[in-house]
């Protein structure tokens, strides 16, 4: 008669486990037997049963019988422990001790490093890092911090790549208590891969809020440490004077305190203020920047939607070109008459 074992997770640790167990069973009362009559009565998936076996082979529980092709004998529990456990010990005695020889070994020539930046830098730390380390030395800063995380993310909508990136390495500073304080562009409101991972930071305890307009990308950790765009490239300066780190989070509590909290795509069409904003903040923008790339840069949008808002513009205020939109913007601002809403 056949038994039918329910496997509540096939694919999942706790299948195969309960699989292996269920054969090793078959193996303890039939002794040396072939891979049929092992898994004859169990009626178990195949792959699983397959996931099964060879992992009993791994662990040297089942072994081939010495000159019967095909055929499994079990091995003593408590001898193919022994074979097995002491090899993995050692691997991670051994990786823990290479991990402690090159920890320290940076550590002695950080402190030669140190010296010299304190020789002949008098002011401060300020380290160009190359874009191929930054994600490396961001992920260490992440590891480190304690207290506070504030970052400036102009630029719109971020790549789902990045997101995914930041997502573990953000999720588990806010699980040891980091206060975390992110700004971004209206226009990332509207995309739906940000939305969706802002929703899942502030529900872990993140505050998000929007401007119009930002400073370059900023991180500023514990207030101790900040890394800002590099000037001449595609890296990243990381900064360590107190004096400028200070000076860089009082430009982002500024921000913060001028920004509007976080809200859907849905709500911000619905309220209206995001939409108003924006385009308060292109008519000033069109005073200074002849081309619409240019403004749209600025705001991290597109080009596209750049034009629809300056067409929206043109209409509330009547322009016939866009000359006249210009001549118009520069009457409101000054309070010359023209429309003072825009």
């Not at 002794?31 to 099964?52: F, I, Q, S």
């Not at 082979?57 to 408590?78: A, D, H």
């Not at 573990?168 to 509207?190: K, P």
Request: aromatic share 4%; charged share 25%; hydrophobic share 40%.
């Amino acid at each position: 008669m056949t038994t039918k074992h329910e496997v509540n997770d096939e694919s999942g640790l706790d299948g195969v486990t309960h699989a292996m167990r269920l054969l090793y069973a078959v193996a303890l009362r039939q002794g040396a037997c072939t891979r049929e009559e092992l898994l004859g009565d169990l009626d178990l998936p195949v792959p699983l049963a397959e996931r099964a076996v060879r992992r009993l082979e791994e662990l040297g529980l089942l072994v081939p019988e010495p000159g019967r092709p095909g055929v499994y004998t079990r091995r003593l529990l408590e001898a193919a422990e022994a074979r097995a456990v002491p090899p993995l010990r050692r691997a991670v005695r051994d990786a823990q001790t290479q991990i402690d020889t090159v920890r320290g070994e940076f550590a002695a020539l950080r402190e030669v490093r140190d010296a010299e930046r304190r020789a002949g830098d008098r002011y401060g730390e300020l380290l160009t890092v190359d874009a191929r380390d930054i994600d490396a030395i961001l992920e260490e800063q992440a590891l480190e911090c304690r207290t506070e995380v504030l970052t400036a993310q102009p630029g719109g909508p971020r790549p789902v790549g990045v997101l995914d990136q930041a997502q573990h390495r953000d999720m588990a500073m806010l699980e040891r208590g980091v206060r975390m304080r992110t700004v971004y562009q209206h226009s990332a409101r509207f995309n739906p891969a940000t939305e969706a991972y802002v929703e899942r930071l502030t529900e872990a305890g993140a505050e998000v809020r929007t401007l119009h307009t930002l400073f370059p990308r900023l991180i500023v950790f514990d207030r101790r440490t900040a890394f800002t765009p590099a000037h001449d490239g595609p890296g990243a300066l990381r900064i360590s004077h107190q004096g400028v780190v200070s000076f860089l989070v009082g430009a982002f509590e500024t921000a913060w305190r001028a920004a509007a909290p976080f809200a859907s795509a849905y709500a911000s069409r619905r309220e209206g203020f995001v939409i108003s904003d924006m385009q308060r903040a292109i008519a000033r923008l069109l005073l200074e920047e002849p081309k619409d790339a240019a403004v749209a840069r600025h705001l991290g949008i597109s080009e596209r939607s750049c034009r629809q808002h300056i067409a929206k513009l043109m209409t509330q205020l009547g322009a016939h070109n866009r000359t006249h939109l210009g001549f118009l913007l520069a009457s409101a601002l000054r309070g010359d008459g023209a429309d003072a809403s825009v």
